[in-house]
């Protein structure tokens, strides 16, 4: 009990004037964790989930748990499941259901019943199998620092005690508990470790598993200095960060660690950070290099790594007559809300205005980047915002020779990302009158026979 209460204080799990839920399976752990937060005299209700996999002795667990608690006084929250079917209908595992479903319920009651924590049983033995079951699957630095005592408001106050411990604590106290039968069938990778290979390692070493949970211990203190480092790094690498993009300075990642640490929140797996790093180390050109994660796409640019969020392509946006027309993914509409139609005024959002005017005197067209001016008598609606696609070209202003689009970006020094996005905008005969953001056709520039000017103006 005393190695208990030092280890909440340790690593500040609970105050004695907070409340807690304990998960109560009716298994020895969480009877013992149950007999213990009251003895030590934290306010405690308990909460069981019936997964309905056991048949009769799911519903004889259940009972246990609500005999314990009502000899007890304390109150308890019930649930039942059906996990069969949660599985099938979510594509995972009977376990990972079983566990997705309990701690889903466990934090909803929680947060209606204003409860500070939710006590599991986790103890020292279960510590030693995750770390082992981490390096069989294959981990990092952070898979052999085991189960950890606080995951948010998830609270493990047992990890101090052995199996062996809490058997021999239910005993002083001469109390009963049930046990899973599935529990002793090593038909699961943490039963095949348990039952198998934990005793095999104790016969060459009767310390192994405390080595092992002293270990992963050593870990993750050295873990604190780690992600203390990596957090300085990070902020001195980031030139940009938000759900959506993500902009690095090449010349910061000075280590793949790095690279990984700040990749892996965006989808991308060790082996893709390795090939990223090893393109950046490697002294060869990698700019232009991209590589692709479910959510995410990342190129290596001059001096940059930039990632941005995959989104749906844009549909071409048809401009029949002059008017402001929202412009996005999920189709294009007018201001008004028609589709293609002509409005009146300007829409919230990305969009783009068109409008005629006669040509002032001493009218000198516009250098900003999202606002074009070109001779309407030489372009011919409907007009059409789109994509760049393959084989684009115009005659940018001020020159005479046609240039692909996509050589023009290229020497702009555009990266892949944004070529990917770049938009034209093409007359009736497909003809590339602007391209967005950088510059209009020359073939429709304004001169001194211009008479109507075509204003196009594209917003963000």
């Not at 309905?52 to 019930?78: K, T, Y």
């Not at 992600?227 to 902020?235: E, K, L, M, S, T």
């Not at 028609?338 to 006669?358: D, Y």
């Not at 007009?383 to 996509?406: A, C, H, N, Q, Y």
Request: hydrophobic content about 40%; overall charge negative.
């Amino acid at each position: 009990m005393k190695r208990v209460e030092a280890y909440i204080k340790k690593h500040d799990l609970l105050r004695h004037d907070e409340r807690c839920i304990v998960a109560l399976s009716g298994g020895a752990d969480s009877v013992a964790l149950l007999l213990m937060m009251q003895e030590l005299g934290y306010a405690v209700e308990a909460a069981h989930c019936n997964f309905r996999l056991r048949g009769a002795e799911s519903d004889r667990d259940e009972q246990f748990v609500v005999s314990l608690c009502e000899a007890r006084g304390v109150v308890l929250h019930r649930a039942h499941f059906d996990t069969q079917e949660y599985a099938e209908l979510h594509k995972m595992s009977i376990e990972m259901a079983a566990r997705e479903l309990r701690y889903h319920y466990f934090e909803q009651l929680r947060h209606d019943l204003g409860f500070d924590g939710i006590c599991v049983a986790h103890h020292r033995d279960d510590n030693v199998e995750t770390v082992l079951m981490n390096l069989i699957r294959g981990t990092g630095i952070r898979g052999l620092q085991g189960i950890r005592p606080r995951n948010g408001y998830i609270l493990r106050p047992l990890l101090c005690l052995s199996r062996q411990d809490i058997e021999q604590y239910l005993h002083e106290h001469g109390q009963n508990y049930v046990t899973d039968s599935t529990n002793l069938e090593d038909n699961v990778l943490r039963n095949k470790i348990r039952l198998n290979i934990i005793p095999l390692l104790l016969d060459l070493n009767a310390a192994a598993v405390s080595n092992i949970q002293q270990t992963s211990e050593y870990v993750s203190r050295a873990l604190d200095v780690y992600d203390d480092a990596i957090g300085h790094q990070r902020q001195q690498a980031v030139i940009e960060q938000n759900q959506s993009r993500l902009v690095l300075d090449a010349e910061r990642i000075t280590s793949e660690p790095l690279l990984f640490e700040i990749l892996k929140d965006y989808g991308f797996n060790r082996s893709q950070v390795e090939d990223i790093f090893e393109r950046l180390s490697s002294g060869e050109d990698a700019v232009g290099r991209c590589f692709t994660a479910a959510d995410f796409t990342l190129v290596i640019d001059r001096g940059r790594i930039i990632a941005e969020r995959n989104e749906e392509p844009m549909k071409a946006l048809r401009i029949p007559e002059e008017g402001c027309y929202a412009y996005g993914a999920n189709g294009t509409y007018g201001a008004n809300g028609t589709n293609g139609a002509r409005g009146t005024n300007e829409p919230n959002g990305t969009h783009i205005s068109v409008m005629l005017f006669g040509r002032p005197a001493d009218f000198v067209p516009s250098k900003e980047p999202r606002l074009a001016h070109l001779d309407a008598a030489l372009v011919k609606f409907p007009l059409k915002l789109r994509t760049v696609e393959e084989g684009d070209w115009f005659v940018p202003f001020g020159m005479t020779g046609r240039k692909l689009i996509s050589d023009y970006l290229t020497d702009r020094k555009v990266n892949l990302l944004d070529k990917r996005k770049a938009l034209v905008v093409c007359d009736a005969t497909n003809a590339v009158v602007w391209l967005v953001g950088y510059r209009t056709d020359n073939r429709f520039r304004v001169s001194e026979a211009t008479e109507k000017i075509l204003c196009l103006k594209f917003e963000v």
